[in-house]
């Protein structure tokens, strides 16, 4: 049976703006990037993206240790990061992306964010996407 996956990332999504700016001017490589936006046209915006994330981990999934971790990497960035979504008007998000075991025997991993998280959310303005999915059909 598939055991429970996770990671967390956060996002800077946006309209009509190049990811390669946002890596230059935060100072950071971002794990994946997509660019759609930054060559539409205004008559259909399509949404750019910016994204750091953790590795994706297999079986017990501590999202709290997870959040945490991407937090600590990002506080330095916060000026910039607040900086940059004002600039660029971009919205700023923290995910949780589970796949979850189907096997009776998995337990779900408990869905949280520490005090440090929690700060660091509402200091950048961001907002918490967590998506589930399961791992097979029921």
């Known amino acids: 049976m598939a055991a429970n996956k996770g ?22 490589e ?3 990037v997509n660019a759609a936006g ?17 590795e994706t981990l297999t079986g017990e999934i ?3 240790a997870l959040t ?3 937090v600590k990497q990002l506080e330095p960035l916060k000026a910039k990061i ?3 979504c004002k600039s660029h008007n971009l919205s700023p998000r923290l995910g949780v ?7 009776k025997g998995e337990t779900s991993p408990e869905v949280g964010f520490g005090a440090r998280t929690i700060r660091f959310l509402a200091d950048t303005g961001a907002f918490i996407e967590v998506e589930n999915k399961l791992s097979g059909r029921v």
Request: proline content about 5%; hydrophobic content about 45%; overall charge negative.
């Open 62 to 64: 501590d999202v709290f």
């Open 7 to 28: 990671r967390a990332y956060f996002a800077l999504l946006g309209y009509h703006f190049n990811p390669d700016d946002i890596t230059r001017l935060l100072g950071i």
């Open 68 to 70: 945490d971790g991407l």
């Open 82 to 84: 607040v900086e940059v």
């Open 30 to 32: 971002p794990t994946t």
């Open 38 to 54: 930054a060559y539409s046209g205004l008559d259909k915006p399509v949404i750019s993206s910016w994204e750091l994330s953790s």
């Open 97 to 103: 992306a589970l796949t979850l075991a189907i096997d």
